[in-house]
Every structure is written in C-alpha cells, then in structure tokens.
C-alpha cells in the first residue's frame, strides 16, 4: 500500500483524521466508554447489564476492547492510530508515592491511548509533551502533570517518551490534565518532530 503524507484513512464513513492541514476536516463525533470504574468481582455490586464493562487484565486491554472507533492517519512516516480517549481511573496506574495527590485532584481523566507503526527506515521519537487536547469548550488542555506506572499498564506501553525504530510499533498512553465539569476531549493533536524533515502534525477530531 502506497502510504501517503496527505492521505486520510478513514476507519469508517463517520470518523477521520487528517496530518499537517491548516484546515483539517470536520467529522462526525466519537464517543468512546467510560472506563473510570473496573469491573466488580462481586456480581452484587456489578453494574447494570447494559453498562457492564467486562474485567480486562490491563486498562489498555479494557480501551482496546471498549473504546469505540479508533481514527488512523498515514503519512510517508509512520501509521498512527488513536485507539481512545475514555475515562479511566488512574489511582491504580500511577506510582504509589503519587497516589495519595492524584486522590486528592481526582483519580478519574480522559486518556488517550495511540498505537503507532514506524513505516520509514529512520527511528522515530514519540513525545507525550507534544500531544495537545482541544476541550468541547473550545480551549486548549496539555497532558495531565502526572506520572503512570508502565508496569501497571500493560507489556510495551508507554507513557512519556519512546523511541521507535524502523519498521517496528509502540503503543502510548497520554493522560489528559484534569478537565472542567460537563467538558470533553473534542480533538487531539500531536507534532511528530522528524529529522531532516518538517515535522508533522496529526489532528484527529472526535
């Protein structure tokens, strides 16, 4: 398949993404679950049958398998997809000594999760710092000053920064800082910087 800088993927008729366009395209809204509360071992205390999210082993498990229509952009680069941005409860994934301040600003943020494939013959860096998030309020939100625990997480996810090399994927994880009441994800931008080429910046709206 010829990989394209300027090609959409379209995962569907509804949802896509576009790379580097001053004036990306609009598209239909993605709304991904909830994922804030796991599963209760306990069927008592398990929710209603239509709300009921099955137990995964790893939260990434849980969005890959709940999270909705993922959105794919290709670029002569890379293929990177965005799996979800549910809520998730992170008082789990982060190290213990940063679990009693997370449970006081809330254990509960959108993550972005994204599954990315390195199709050059270069290596390529993934910077969480350089993934934005555009709020349905229209303002700007940065990923959360938080740090997540890989090994809570799952075997070869990441969490800040990851280098890829040629040919070869990785998964990251990006928790989104904490958003006002009533306030959701809209859009998610990240800047891939390339060596020895301008970089690239991937918009993908919900």
Request: glycine residues 4%; contains cysteine; charged residues 20%.
């Amino acid at each position: 398949m010829t990989r394209s800088r300027d090609r959409v993927v379209e995962t569907d008729a509804e949802n896509r993404a576009t790379t580097t366009d001053e004036k990306p395209g609009e598209s239909s809204s993605v709304a991904w679950r909830d994922l804030s509360t796991k599963a209760a071992t306990d069927p008592a205390s398990s929710p209603a049958a239509d709300t009921t999210v099955v137990a995964e082993p790893t939260v990434t498990d849980r969005i890959r398998s709940h999270a909705g229509s993922a959105l794919t952009i290709e670029t002569d680069r890379l293929t990177a997809t965005l799996v979800g941005v549910p809520k998730v409860s992170i008082a789990d994934l982060v190290y213990s000594h940063h679990r009693d301040a997370v449970a006081d600003t809330g254990a509960v943020h959108h993550c972005a999760m994204f599954d990315i494939e390195n199709t050059s013959g270069e290596r390529l860096h993934w910077l969480s710092r350089r993934t934005t998030f555009i709020g349905s309020d229209g303002y700007t939100y940065d990923r959360a000053p938080i740090a997540l625990n890989s090994a809570e997480l799952a075997p070869g996810c990441h969490t800040n920064h990851v280098v890829i090399e040629p040919r070869c994927s990785a998964r990251v994880i990006t928790p989104v800082e904490q958003l006002p009441q009533g306030v959701d994800v809209a859009k998610v931008i990240h800047t891939v910087a390339l060596t020895n080429a301008p970089n690239q910046r991937l918009t993908y709206t919900l």
